[in-house]
């Protein structure tokens, strides 16, 4: 059969298993990226493998997320990242250096290969031609430590691209109005391949805004193929030995195809609280605005702040607008600033932020109560950006300058000729914010400071489990509901215990005192349970206070994944209805629980307290047995290890 890009690249890099969907697959991971909110835990984490060497070909450990520094705790971290690094050889990347996803682009990500990080946006780098995957922070700790990731193979989903873009319209565009076509669920399950003429439309920073916001379709990331608009990318990069062509054969296998017509694409809007809530701007009433914030990993890259620069240059941003602007690197600020584009946006009243996620992460510029906030970000989820009852709309780089400078959101065409950006022939590339591996690794001393507490490390499963039930849920529990997250927490990710005082803080008040007073125990959930995002600590606390199981009427799929990470027994009632067996401290017991995983799916509990057994199902794979009675993930790769 003729192959799809994504099956070429996952067939290079098998190491286990048969590349067939659904079946589940271990491949090399040749590169990692970790950023500091989830790097911290991720470093624990490796530390607590005992490994002496990585098995990566790279890895990358950036600090872009809480560069406030606003208290020790951030600064502690990053000391504490940067020594881990130095330990393990891997490239430290200094805050102020820039965004992830927008420096990996620039300096590390190779067509052919498998990169996964642990960032959710990390899918980026998929404008390459390269497989990358948002994974799990132990996923990661684990793909350095052993060289290895698991996963189930994906459908692969070709959006073929024809027609041309029309003036004005850019990636932004493009990718809003897929999400518009598919909304925030139609990726969920898929890795989705780009092709057709329409690509040759898109410069790579163009195809890396797309594959970016793939996340936000909910794909497991999404591809273009590595053509000749890469070999131009990677020589203006300096990097022209890391091109290979990597492109799909022509009448390539996919599970799904859609085709878009690129010359149907206007301006478009992700209204607020979702990026798929999508119109075209045509379509909307005069809205004022208060705030415009450029930038983020989806649009900060060189062609786009060069052209804000232009639309600006000579002009005034309109009295009642706070222009913000976050260059995507150190490398396009500095670039910015060689070539004057710089004094343009500043000439223009535009307030020019370090090279950092900032905004796009609630770390400042947060907007005025009830204020409309343009941002060309990927998220507009309510209260992301710090003020809950602001609206935040999503756009084009384009759009975004126009609209700072008209005060409402406006079409960019408006503007008559769109602005024409002709790249350097070479960009600029200095080292001087990368600590690069010294050879020397295994001498450096990691260095803990007092806000860095240890991982929570499980124990092997035991033949009875017994414990009460210490909270019972609704449907549609959040990650964000389980270990909240917000710029006062953000700072103690790598501190477990501190943040098990806020466990369940949304719908439980004192969830801590309960697991305290119980001694850990079991948790009742109803559907979709830990849905949101794959933050791994929504797991993690609830490890640390003791939680053994979680029963719920259906889990979100990284949730799931990240329980059994983390030792932590997700089972679901084989019937809904049992949900109602379940009362606040009932001891439940299952006896002979390693028999039962391991011979069936349908395990058996009794609830003592109620004199009634309730069967339950486990929906894992043999692999996920025994990770589980490892006592997670850790354990069984350790285990493993030696
Ligand atoms: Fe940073 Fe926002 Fe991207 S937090 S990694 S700029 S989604």
């Given amino acids: 059969m003729e192959k ?16 067939q969907g659904g079946e589940e697959i271990s491949v090399k991971v040749n590169q990692t990226l970790t950023q500091d909110s989830t790097g911290t835990m991720v470093y624990l984490q490796l530390e607590a493998m005992e490994v002496n060497k990585i098995e990566t070909d790279l890895s990358v450990a950036y600090i872009d997320h809480n560069t406030l520094q606003s208290g020790f705790e951030n600064a502690d971290d990053h000391e504490f990242i940067k020594s881990v690094a130095s330990k393990y050889g891997i490239i430290f990347s200094k805050a102020g250096n820039g965004i ?106 163009d195809r890396a805004t797309i594959t970016n916001m793939g996340a936000e379709l909910g794909a497991t990331t999404s591809i273009f193929p590595s053509d000749e608009i890469t070999k131009d990318f990677l020589i203006r990069q300096n990097r022209s030995e890391d091109f290979i062509l990597m492109e799909a054969d022509e009448d390539a296998f996919y599970d799904k195809k859609i085709i878009i017509d690129l010359s149907l694409i206007t301006p478009m809007v992700a209204k607020p609280h979702s990026p798929d809530n999508v119109d075209r701007i045509c379509n909307m009433e005069k809205i004022k605005i208060d705030q415009v914030a450029i930038g983020s990993c989806t649009n900060s890259s060189y062609t786009d702040l060069m052209k804000v620069a232009k639309i600006l240059k000579g002009k005034k941003v309109h009295p009642n607008v706070s222009l913000v602007i976050s260059p995507g690197s150190s490398n396009i600020l500095k670039m910015l600033s060689d070539n004057g584009a710089l004094g343009d946006l500043i000439g223009a009243g535009a307030r020019v932020l370090e090279a950092t996620c900032g905004p796009c992460i609630g770390m400042g510029q947060a907007p005025k109560t009830g204020a409309i906030s343009l941002r060309t970000f990927n998220r507009n989820f309510k209260g992301r950006c710090g003020t809950s009852n602001s609206q935040v709309y999503l756009v084009s780089p384009e759009t975004a300058a126009a609209s700072a400078l008209a005060g409402f959101l406006v079409d960019p065409s408006t503007l008559g000729n769109s602005p024409i950006i002709d790249l350097p022939e070479k ?57 909240p997250s917000n710029g006062k927490l953000l700072p103690f990710r790598s501190n477990i215990p501190k943040l098990s005082n806020y466990a369940f803080g949304t719908i439980c008040d004192n969830f801590k005192d309960i697991c305290v007073k119980y001694g850990g125990g079991i948790i009742i959930g109803g559907h979709n349970y830990g849905q949101g995002s794959s933050r791994e600590h929504a797991a993690l606390v609830p490890l640390y206070l003791g939680v053994k199981a979680v029963i719920a009427k259906s889990f979100a799929r990284i949730h799931k994944a990240n329980l059994i990470n983390a030792g932590i027994i997700p089972l679901e009632f084989k019937s809904p209805l049992s949900y109602d067996d379940f009362s606040f401290t009932d001891n439940l017991i299952i006896d002979n629980i390693i028999y039962q995983l391991e011979n069936s799916s349908e395990i058996l509990i009794i609830n003592e307290t109620k004199s009634k057994e309730i069967p339950l199902i486990f929906n894992g794979s043999k692999r996920d047995v025994e990770i589980i009675k490892a006592g997670g993930y850790m354990n069984y790769a350790k285990g493993n290890l030696k």
């Fill in 427 to 483: 960009f600029q590339v200095h080292n001087n914010y990368f600590i690069f591996p010294n050879h020397n690794e295994g001498e450096a001393k990691v260095i803990m400071g007092p806000n860095i507490k240890p991982f929570p490390i499980n124990k092997a499963l035991c033949d009875k489990l017994e414990g009460k039930v210490l909270l019972k849920t609704g449907d549609n529990i959040t990650t964000d509901d389980i270990m």
């Fill in 100 to 205: 992830c996803h927008q420096l990996h682009l620039e300096r590390f990500g190779k067509p052919g290969a498998i990169l996964i990080g642990s960032d959710s946006h990390t899918p980026t780098c998929g404008a390459l031609g390269m497989i990358s995957i948002g994974a799990g922070g132990l996923d990661v700790a684990i793909g350095m430590a052993k060289g290895y990731y698991y996963l189930k193979v994906p459908k692969v989903l070709n959006i073929e691209l024809k027609g041309s873009l029309n003036k004005w319209v850019s990636a932004k565009d493009v990718i809003l109005y897929i999400l518009k076509e598919l909304s925030v669920k139609g990726g969920v399950g898929y890795i989705i391949e780009y092709s057709g003429d329409g690509i040759k439309e898109l410069s790579l920073t």
């Fill in 4 to 19: 799809s890009l994504t099956y070429k690249i996952l067939e290079k890099n098998l190491i286990n298993g048969i590349l």
